[in-house]
T-cell receptor, first 114, second 115 residues
Framework: DQQVKQNSPSLSVQEGRISILNCDYTNSMFDYFLWYKKYPAEGPTFLIS?????DKNEDGRFTVFLNKSAKHLSLHIVPSQPGDSAVYFC?????????????FGTGTRLKVLA | NAGVTQTPKFQVLKTGQSMTLQCAQDMNHEYMSWYRQDPGMGLRLIHYSVGAGITDQGEVPNGYNVSRSTTEDFPLRLLSAAPSQTSVYFC??????????????FGPGTRLTVL
């Protein structure tokens, strides 16, 4: 039973346009959400996070939106660049419950076309 | 800081062999964890630890053991390797607490093949 779902395995976007990556979760105890980027043969690297007390967090070209009622979060990349081509994972944690388990989605492969 | 280091980078085992994947971090992080990455499955949590002497199971713990005798080290043991354990293994660490940007730092991974 997958608690964190990324239903789009892949996404192609033209350079300069917006990339929108989506993530859904089922566990209402999750209170902290993260996005990671992963290049081939490397470990994932942290991109941006959001706690459940917020509905938006921005960091440069990256913005994460959280819709708690829909149990949905999305990552917006504007403008997209060829170097953004990677696999993106969303992850969720129930920090306030004290378990500190990070559960990851299956990933979305983003390809930014020059 | 070296961050999170993992050894070995690559390993080939025969079915039934045992081995230990090493993980170390020099950031004084309380939380450490092990994941496996398989095609179409994303990153699945195997075991995690919130401090020395404390470990707990993740989503897919069967066939793996862990221990945490120091803050820095969190080895993953395969007691009797099976072909289903062929995967890429990542170790990660982070601080604990409800603070912003409480992200995990990942190691470079160990690619394990079990024949």
């Amino acid at each position: 039973d997958q608690q964190v779902k990324q239903n789009s395995p892949s996404l192609s976007v033209q350079e300069g346009r917006i990339s929108i990556l989506n993530c859904d979760y089922t566990n209402s105890m999750f209170d902290y959400f993260l996005w990671y980027k992963k290049y081939p043969a490397e470990g994932p690297t942290f991109l941006i996070s959001i706690s459940s007390i917020k509905d938006k967090n921005e960091d440069g070209r990256f913005t994460v939106f959280l819709n708690k009622s829909a149990k949905h979060l999305s990552l917006h990349i504007v403008p997209s660049q060829p170097g953004d081509s990677a696999v993106y994972f969303c992850a969720a944690s129930a920090r306030d419950s004290g378990t500190y388990k990070y559960i990851f989605g299956t990933g979305t492969r983003l390809k930014v076309l020059a | 800081n070296a961050g999170v280091t993992q050894t070995p980078k690559f390993q080939v085992l025969k079915t039934g062999q045992s081995m230990t994947l090493q993980c170390a971090q020099d950031m004084n992080h309380e939380y450490m964890s092990w994941y496996r990455q398989d095609p179409g499955m994303g990153l699945r949590l195997i075991h995690y630890s919130v401090g020395a002497g404390i470990t707990d199971q993740g989503e897919v713990p069967n066939g793996y053991n862990v221990s945490r005798s120091t803050t820095e080290d969190f080895p993953l043991r395969l007691l009797s390797a099976a072909p289903s354990q062929t995967s890429v293994y990542f170790c990660a660490s982070s601080l604990i607490g409800t603070i912003d940007y409480n992200e995990q730092f990942f190691g470079p991974g160990t690619r394990l093949t079990v024949l």
